[in-house]
């Protein structure tokens, strides 16, 4: 083992090139392709994905949710053109102009802050059209009040109209999705009609980039299936009946050690609350990691990997230990490699599987593993 840390994530860089090659394949050369990074690139960690999509030369943008994450992408030396999907504060703006960053609009106070701040270099900017999702965006009427504002502006220029789908991963039945697509066509055509032309529309999500070409148009987002994780069940099946064939590999593997082993008493109790008591003379091992470090407190049914076996988890999770049962387990010891996500053995946990015993979706589970914990790239 080369590092020694005690709880760590694996990040596969061959994985990540294949799947950014995979996407790059395709939506073809003559779309832009975004990976989008945001929330520390799903848990994965920014600056290493990153720095790594941009050694391939695969990706033309990159896609973060605030202003601090584009910054220390800077900081790391990413020079890829970055654009902040989520909203950036007024008084922040000149830091935004100063860094080449694009920024999505949803505010006529963002042109004013940004005219009044006279930047250097006119910032491109991204309109946010609402379609049916209901978040950011803006319908068709406030939308061309901003474009001409835009228009006028001395600071910026319109680069982009944008929307975001609602449930196009949530279903087999696209016709919610299908009617946003074409209130987005719409709200466009009337926006050029108006002289407030855009060179880049983009509606494409992992999901939408997948299963419906005709949503690829200028420029693609591609985020949670440049990890290796599927949107959603339906999604799989979706593609699996459109016959794609397109192969993702995860990229992230989650890991820990075990810190003590100790043998139980049949009747003693295990962790807070008392939670679990042991029917029987147990060999337990101790692991530091817990729900700071991302391993959800209700995880009280999950299982880990020791030694190419699944040992189950007794007790609840605490805040930086959790407790496994290795009586089944031969030749348990000090520091051995655990796996919560990822394979050892001929065994392997999955992102899913955690989500679901979690009660949740893959997003969540490996967005939430804790920044502080070291990203390896193998």
């Not at 692991?287 to 609840?316: E, K, T």
């Amino acid at each position: 083992m080369a590092h020694n840390h005690l709880t760590w994530v694996e990040i596969d860089r061959a994985a990540l090139r294949e799947n950014l090659e995979a996407f790059r394949a395709l939506v073809g050369p003559g779309v832009k392709l975004m990976s989008v990074v945001k929330s520390n690139a799903y848990g994965h960690g920014a600056s290493t994905v990153a720095g790594v999509i941009q050694e391939t030369g695969q990706a033309d943008w990159l896609g973060v949710n605030c202003l601090d994450e584009a910054l220390n992408l800077r900081a790391a030396g990413i020079s890829l053109p970055i654009l902040v999907l989520g909203y950036v504060p007024l008084t922040r703006l000149g830091e935004a102009a100063q860094q080449r960053l694009r920024i999505t609009v949803i505010n006529p106070a963002t042109i004013t802050a940004l005219s009044r701040s006279k930047p250097r270099h006119k910032v491109r900017v991204h309109i946010k059209l609402e379609t049916g999702t209901h978040r950011l965006g803006l319908e068709l009427k406030e939308a061309k009040r901003l474009a001409a504002q835009v228009q006028r502006s001395q600071a910026c220029v319109l680069e982009g109209y944008s929307t975001h789908f609602a449930n196009i991963e949530d279903t087999t039945d696209h016709s919610y999705a299908t009617a946003q697509l074409f209130k987005y066509e719409r709200m466009v055509r009337a926006l050029e009609k108006c002289g407030y032309k855009a060179p880049l529309t983009h509606v494409a999500c992992t999901a939408a980039a997948l299963i419906f070409p005709e949503t690829r148009r200028e420029l693609v987002r591609i985020g949670i299936g440049l990890y290796g994780l599927w949107p959603s069940r339906e999604t799989l099946i979706s593609i699996r009946e459109r016959n794609l064939g397109i192969q993702l590999r995860p990229v992230a593997s989650w890991k820990t050690r075990v810190a003590q082993v100790k043998i139980i008493r049949a009747g003693s109790y295990v962790g807070y609350g008392c939670a679990y008591r042991a029917t029987r003379k147990t060999r337990l091992a101790v692991l530091p990691v817990g729900y700071f470090d991302g391993l959800a407190r209700s995880l009280n049914a999950a299982h880990v990997l020791i030694r190419g076996h699944r040992a189950p988890i007794r007790g609840r999770i605490c805040m930086n230990l959790c407790m496994v049962d290795v009586t089944d387990i031969r030749g348990v010891g000090l520091e051995d490699e655990v796996v919560l996500i990822g394979t050892q053995g001929k065994d392997r946990i999955t992102t899913e599987q955690l989500a679901g015993w979690i009660g949740t979706i893959n997003y969540e589970v490996i967005s939430r593993i804790n920044p502080l914990l070291p990203r390896v790239v193998i």
